[in-house]
Structure formats: structure tokens, C-alpha cells
């Protein structure tokens, strides 16, 4: 057992194809792990992030280039990719294809060293699984963006969205859950956040983190809190959950419910007015919440 982190960002890097909808197409490569990783690391955390990809279709190397964090990574068959098809411009409306998937996620591939938390950014069903939480869980604490739980890849690649068949059996294993709105409503069957979180928290979830477009919510089962977002503008709206679960996480270690809602708000606030992922520091968002919140 080597190095100890304060966090453990694993998912599958992923090689997308965003159209937004005047027709403009930008590659990049991406991922829930990017954003999240960038986001801890830049937070100030003591950061691993574990990674999986066919090497010589995306270079690692210079997607988290600058980061403040150790790079692990195994080899993949295929890179996870996708196309993302924005229809409006706030980008709230888009139509996701599968071109290819990363294979799955196992406890055993993960570097041997400490985590206090394995926060777990992955982007579609069959990831992750039950046994990897699990494993997980036995280790450190656990977050999971549950997206990856409920985004299918269907037989013709496009990408549904379906409930968490055995949510009920892993949400006990869960210290940090976020969602969005619309996964918190295929969860739970609500459409009100406040009671879809005290739900998924009587279903197990320790700690529950829903995002919408307008504020952050979250419960801890005492209290409900949100935080609204103050972006000035959305040029870089493309990574908002992974950006605000692993602000929050990192806070979250140091501070309560309350104080770590505010931070991610704010880092996710700021991170929106400027495309790609959080290359700014810790002092940054403290000077953005003093300006804004």
C-alpha cells in the first residue's frame, strides 16, 4: 500500500464529437473523468485518477497535461466515444450516439494505494458494476455519478436513458450520489428535487446531490439546501455535473453539507464562462464566492 489521496476519480476517458447547433463540430477528448479530475485537482485535493482507453486512439498524456494529480491507467480494447448533438443553445437539449465503448471497470485493475474517496465518473451502463461498488465500499468511501447507471447504449448506438434496476440493493453502499434532474425523476418517479432526494436518502444514499440548471440541491437527511448558479454566461456548460460532484466531495472532506454545496456552486459557476475543464485554483472560487455569493 503506497500513496494515500484525499480522492480517486475513476472512469473511462472518452473521445467526443460535440455538434452544437448551428452545426459547428468540435473533437475533443473528454469524459466525465476529465472534468471531475481537473476539478478535484484544481480544488486542491490530493488526486489520483484511474483511467481506461485504447492508447493509440487518444493521448493521455496531453489531455491532463497541467494537472496536479497522478495519472493511472490501464489499456482498453475500445475508447469509450461519443457524439453529442446539441439542438439548442443553452444546451440543455441533445441527442447522444454511442461510437464505441471502453471495456468494464474492475476493483482488482485500481492502483494499490489509499483513497479516502473512490468517486466514480463513468459514462454509460456496464462501466461499473454492483461488485465494483461494492469493493469499493470496503475500502473508502464511495461516490457515484449515476448517470453511468442509467445510460444505455442501444442495440441501433443511440443512448437511452433507463432506472437503475438494482438501485435499491447498492444506493446503502453510497456516500455521495449525484444526479441531474431528469435522472433524479427515472429514479424515484418525482418530479419535485427535494422530495426525489429524500428518497433516493431513505433508499440508502447517504448524501444526496442534484443538479439543475438553475441551482445545486442537496440532503444529507436532516436538511434540505440549494445553491443557486451564477454563471455569466454557459460557453462552457459542457461537463456542469462532473465539475460540481467533485467540487463537492473534495469540500466535503473538510467542511459540512452546507459549505460544500456553496463551493461546488461556485466552482461550477465559474467554470461554465470558459470552455473545457477547471484550470483554475482554490483561491479562485473562494474570490468568485466573495464576489458572487
Known amino acids: 500500500m503506497g500513496k494515500s489521496y484525499d480522492v480517486m476519480v475513476i472512469g473511462p476517458v472518452s473521445l467526443d464529437c460535440n455538434i452544437d447547433h448551428l452545426g459547428n463540430e ?40 497541467g494537472i496536479a494529480a497522478d495519472l493511472y491507467w490501464k489499456p482498453s480494447a475500445h475508447t469509450c466515444s461519443i457524439r453529442n448533438q446539441y439542438f439548442t443553445a443553452d444546451k440543455e437539449k441533445r441527442q447522444c450516439t454511442s461510437l464505441g465503448v471502453c471495456d468494464p471497470f474492475r476493483f482488482d485493475e485500481l492502483p494499490d494505494v489509499q483513497t479516502a474517496v473512490y468517486h466514480f465518473a463513468g459514462l454509460v451502463y456496464g462501466d461499473f458494476d454492483g461488485a465494483l461498488l461494492e469493493a469499493a465500499s470496503r475500502h473508502g468511501k464511495v461516490g457515484l455519478d449515476v448517470q453511468c447507471m ?82 455569466r454566461n454557459l460557453s462552457g456548460r459542457t461537463g456542469r455535473g462532473d465539475t460540481t460532484f467533485a467540487g463537492y466531495i473534495v469540500e466535503r472532506q473538510q467542511a459540512g453539507v452546507e459549505e460544500a454545496l456553496r463551493y461546488c456552486t461556485a466552482l461550477v459557476s465559474l ?14 472560487v473562494l474570490d468568485y464566492m466573495k464576489e458572487f455569493y
Open 26 to 65: 468540435r473533437r475533443e477528448v473528454g469524459g466525465a473523468v476529465v472534468a471531475s479530475g481537473f476539478a478535484a485537482a484544481g480544488s486542491g485535493a490530493k488526486t489520483a485518477i484511474f483511467c481506461k482507453l485504447n492508447p493509440e486512439e487518444a493521448d493521455l498524456s496531453e489531455r491532463f497535461d
Open 271 to 284: 467554470k461554465m464562462e470558459t470552455p473545457g475543464p477547471f484550470r483554475g485554483t482554490r483561491q479562485d
Open 150 to 231: 442509467l445510460r444505455h447504449v442501444e442495440p441501433d448506438k443511440s443512448m437511452a436513458f433507463h432506472d437503475w434496476a438494482d438501485k435499491k440493493q447498492y444506493l446503502p453502499m453510497i456516500d455521495y450520489l449525484k444526479t441531474d434532474a431528469a435522472e433524479a425523476e427515472i429514479l424515484t418517479g418525482l418530479t419535485d428535487r427535494a422530495e426525489a432526494a429524500r428518497l433516493l436518502h431513505a433508499w440508502g444514499a447517504k448524501e444526496v446531490l442534484i443538479t439543475h440548471n438553475t441551482e445545486v440541491l442537496a440532503y444529507d437527511g436532516n436538511q434540505i439546501y440549494t445553491c443557486p448558479i451564477k454563471a
